[in-house]
């Protein structure tokens, strides 16, 4: 089990007595002026590091910040965040933000929700820790709450609080619970699911879209704004049921701030381990971490090796159901080869795109024609490098048969793995049919003759994640490589079966 760090606002707090203590009103004591002008109003940045000065502040919250105070002063109206665990979003959304908010303005009503009560209470009293804090009363001195029991006549507890001389006010409440009041001018909903038992539960999944739908949504009025902060756990969670029935622009660049209408969504999945090409708002390269420090690449791998699902729900925000996986149910894996092989050969498609990846599969057949993998090359190397990769490993598996994909330059690598293995038959073909209708229609053989041999999981990884998190919504994938040559071996060894069998009947 990997460690659990010490909370460092856990520690904080522990260190810091409350500072402001407020004159009895009835007191005949005249409250002491201030001893300066106010400050200028700060942007959330240097609000979130003047009043918790060990935040470890990484490019990606800056961003995360910027759309956090571009929510607080009204330019979002509707905000859904998924981030991996343990990156900054509970303090950013549901620590900072309601005390940053509050600071703008004192009179707005602002509910925090979470799982369970106590988790969201315990965000409420962070906050209020913070508002009594020194620092945010030279920052914010119009937003002050009750202290050592006056004034009186304002609510201070666990679950609310209520803004000295205004209307404004903090509410916190767990899953399903009720919400009392008049309005509520912000809601932050944070992760409404415990873990991935409670995601995967359908009667949860259904309650907490009818307590949205019947609580959340009734107590809002024509300015509320919400926002949504969660680790993914389930493609059909309240983000996925949204996404699914509601208008969403997914973040790329600042200017979709200005092109985003009253009701839209505005959608941020800030992955562990970026995909795809650097964006305004996520700059970063492929495959580079979003808090290395933290959680290194190397670390995020291994998390990915031992469970690929849900690595790509928690950490990458792409959640799949085992109902939604076209490969559910798993490969079948071996120890050692039958005697009874008949043939080896391989099946290679080079990469289509820029960052798709080559996949080449060695493989073995046995008499009732199941296939065995014997090795794989899958890689986004040039083809320069991955020519003498394919090469030394059809030499190495001792195959005598290789087919490869003409598409997109595949002839030129064929003839080239042919110079590298001259032992090896090279053939190329061109691969016109659908690749969705072809990988959809063979799933079932593939998962019935394919066998991996044991620990393939870490011995191939992304293969394997990209294989196991296959959704059988094929447009919703972004890699086809696996599934497509393991398809393609399939057709190819079913269509060398049927033409022996042909020979043998009419021979």
Not at 43 to 56: H, R
Not at 219 to 229: D, F, G, K
Not at 326 to 346: E, Q
Not at 373 to 382: A, F, G
């Amino acid at each position: 089990m990997i460690p659990i760090e010490k909370d460092p606002i856990e520690e904080w707090i522990a260190s810091v007595q409350p500072i402001i203590v407020l004159p009895d009103e009835n007191s005949a004591e005249t409250p002491v002026a201030a001893s300066a002008e106010p400050r200028p109003v700060p942007s959330f940045e240097e609000f979130a590091t003047s009043v918790y000065p060990f935040l470890e502040v990484q490019p990606f919250h800056r961003n995360y910040y910027r759309l956090l105070e571009a929510f607080a002063r009204g330019e979002i109206s509707k905000l859904m965040v998924s981030m991996p665990p343990q990156h900054g979003k509970s303090v950013g959304a549901s620590t900072l933000l309601p005390a940053y908010m509050l600071g703008l303005n004192p009179d707005s009503r602002i509910a925090i929700a979470s799982y369970s009560a106590a988790l969201a209470n315990k965000f409420n009293r962070r906050v209020q820790r913070i508002i009594e804090g020194e620092e945010y009363g030279t920052l914010f001195p119009s937003t002050r709450i009750k202290c050592g029991g006056k004034p009186p006549r304002y609510l201070r507890t666990a679950d609310e609080v209520e803004i000295i001389d205004h209307e404004g006010g903090l509410l916190s409440v767990g899953r399903e619970g009720s919400l009392t009041g008049n309005r509520v001018d912000c809601f932050i909903l944070d992760d409404l699911y415990k873990d991935a038992m409670e995601a995967n539960s359908p009667l949860i999944r259904e309650n907490c879209w009818e307590w949205y739908t019947s609580v959340v949504r009734t107590r809002m009025h024509n300015a509320s704004r919400e926002l949504i902060v969660f680790t993914r756990w389930h493609e059909e969670d309240l983000i996925g049921v949204l996404r699914s029935h509601e208008r969403c622009v997914d973040l790329r660049s600042w200017a979709d701030l200005e092109s985003l209408g009253k009701d839209d969504w505005l959608c941020v999945n800030l992955e562990a381990l970026k995909t795809g090409e650097p964006t305004e708002f996520d700059p970063r390269h492929e495959g580079e971490a979003l808090w290395a420090e933290r959680q290194s690449r190397e670390l995020l791998e291994s998390k990915r090796r031992l469970d690929p699902v849900r690595f790509e729900c928690m950490y990458q925000g792409r959640p799949s159901s085992q109902g939604g996986l076209l490969y559910a149910s798993g490969f079948a894996t071996y120890d050692a080869l039958p005697r009874d092989i008949v043939r080896r050969a391989n099946y290679t498609d080079t990469a289509d795109m820029g960052d798709d990846y080559l996949c080449s599969v060695s493989y073995a057949v046995d008499s009732d024609g199941v296939i065995y993998v014997l090795d794989v090359v899958y890689s986004r190397e040039p083809m320069e490098v991955t020519e003498s990769m394919v090469a030394s490993m059809l030499q190495a598996s001792d195959v005598r048969q290789a087919l490869i994909e003409s598409n997109n330059g595949g002839r030129g690598f064929a003839r080239s793995v042919q110079r590298l293995a001259p032992r090896v038959k090279v053939e190329w073909f061109h691969q016109g049919a659908n690749k969705e209708a072809r990988i959809l229609s063979n799933s079932a053989t593939v998962l019935h003759m394919v066998r991996f041999p044991q620990g393939w999981a870490t011995r191939w990884a992304e293969m394997y994640a990209h294989l196991m998190t296959y959704r059988r919504d094929l447009r919703s994938n972004r890699w086809h490589d696996a599934p497509d040559v393991l398809t393609g071996i399939v057709e190819r060894e079913s269509l060398q079966s049927t033409t022996k069998i042909l020979k043998v009947k009419f021979s």
